[in-house]
């Protein structure tokens, strides 16, 4: 069954996990008893108390940490994953189980809620992992009287600022009322005015047209995890991101580019002949390689780029200036590399998409920056290999930012 990774967007209130708990329920994808466990007596009942884990979540009425929902529909498996702030979007996107596919931007119309500074960071950020299409629920409809009027003025304001961020995926905006249910799986009678599809058709279609592809072209990368040793040999424990490695075929490893053939190779606990990617493998060369967990291997007429400096796009959620370069390092792939300098090129501010020349880069801030390492690393383009074209940054032991390799 395929699966597709949907990341939720917006604010507290704004009707994020009330939108998820009546999809799960309108989908089947919940039991009656679940639903009848997140009845709380005395109080208004709320689709978001079933993705609850905990009561005092509900005596406080809001989700407190990341929510992972899953939704399954037509042979179709969604993940939902709602995240509440920055670092938790930073880390879901950082993850390499969550390269979200698409992603859901709630947004409500209720006097003193509307689009938020930090709905456009969120959505600056996401467009920044490369989310394939864009998905805009303009909640809270049935508070204004279903006025087509509102969802219009509300549509232009988000869509001029997706503009100014050179935003250039497919949005589509779809007007809703999470509470009641309207235009999330069929036609809100209550908004004959909108003729598009309703929001879990469009997940559906994007299903179809937008889902992340897995590259298998552009040569093997397997990151190595864990290294055992087995039988009087070291088994390398890796993800396979990318290819198809089989039995027989020579490898090399990054950095000391030392090369092997595979001569053992396991899926899932058994000896299979090849494997393909997006993997869970453990391998057994026939000759012993200098390894260590966050080595990579690669194989195939491609190499990774072994760059001891790039271009990258930072966001950073604390205020960094070229000066502070030497006491930073990135974080990639299990390896902690030491930055030699790093000169800001430009800076855009995700709030208002203005550009800027300058040397300092402010809080929640985004720029572009050429980075030089103490030492050459192979790094990849993150269009190319995103697994291996991020890296997380870091000022001695705190955490200040996240980049892209471009």
């Not at 995240?83 to 390499?96: D, Q, R, T, Y």
């Not at 490369?130 to 087509?148: P, Q």
């Not at 249910?181 to 209550?190: I, Q």
């Not at 993997?279 to 291997?297: F, T």
């Amino acid at each position: 069954m395929d699966k597709y990774i949907v990341t939720m967007l917006g604010e507290k209130d704004h009707g994020k996990s009330t939108l998820i708990g009546n999809l799960l329920i309108a989908t089947g994808s919940t039991t009656d008893e679940r639903v009848k466990e997140a009845k709380v007596k005395g109080k208004r009942w709320e689709p978001a108390y079933i993705l609850d884990s905990f009561s005092e979540e509900r005596e406080q009425e809001m989700t407190i940490d990341t929510t992972r929902a899953e939704l399954v529909y037509k042979g179709k498996m969604f993940e939902l994953i709602d995240v509440p702030g920055h670092l938790e979007l930073i880390k879901n996107m950082m993850s390499g189980a969550s390269n979200g596919d698409f992603a859901v931007l709630m947004v409500s119309v209720k006097k003193g809620e509307g689009f938020k500074p930090q709905t456009k960071r969120h959505l600056f950020i996401s467009q920044m992992f490369g989310i394939k299409a864009l998905a805009v629920a303009i909640n809270k409809m049935d508070i204004v009287d279903y006025d087509e009027s509102v969802f219009e003025k509300t549509k232009k304001e988000i869509g001029d600022y997706l503009k100014s961020i050179n935003f250039n995926k497919p949005v589509f905006f779809v007007p809703v009322s999470a509470y009641n249910n309207e235009n999330l799986v069929s036609n809100s009678k209550n908004m004959k005015w909108y003729k598009g599809l309703p929001l879990f058709s469009l997940l559906m279609d994007f299903s179809k047209k937008y889902y992340r592809s897995k590259k298998s072209d552009d040569g093997v990368r397997a990151l190595v995890q864990d290294v055992v040793e087995t039988d009087g040999s070291n088994a390398m424990f890796c993800v396979l991101y990318n290819g198809t490695i089989k039995i027989g075929d020579s490898v090399r490893s990054e950095p000391d580019e030392s090369r092997a053939r595979v001569k053992k190779l396991h899926l899932k606990g058994k000896a299979v002949r090849s494997a393909s990617a997006h993997s869970n493998i453990a391998l057994v060369l026939d000759k012993e390689l200098d390894v260590q967990r966050g080595s990579l291997i690669y194989g195939g007429s491609t190499r990774p780029y072994r760059k001891g400096s790039f271009e990258a796009r930072i966001f950073v959620i604390k205020a960094l200036k070229a000066g502070d370069a030497k006491s930073l390092f990135i974080r990639t792939n299990n390896n902690d590399i030491p930055l030699k300098s790093m000169k800001v090129v430009s800076t855009l501010s995700p709030v208002t998409g203005r550009t800027a020349k300058g040397s300092s880069i402010a809080v929640n801030e985004s720029a572009v920056a050429s980075i030089k390492l103490t030492v050459d690393y192979p790094m990849e383009r993150y269009e190319q290999h995103n697994e291996l074209g991020r890296f997380a940054l870091y000022k001695g032991e705190e955490f200040v930012g996240v980049g892209i390799v471009e």
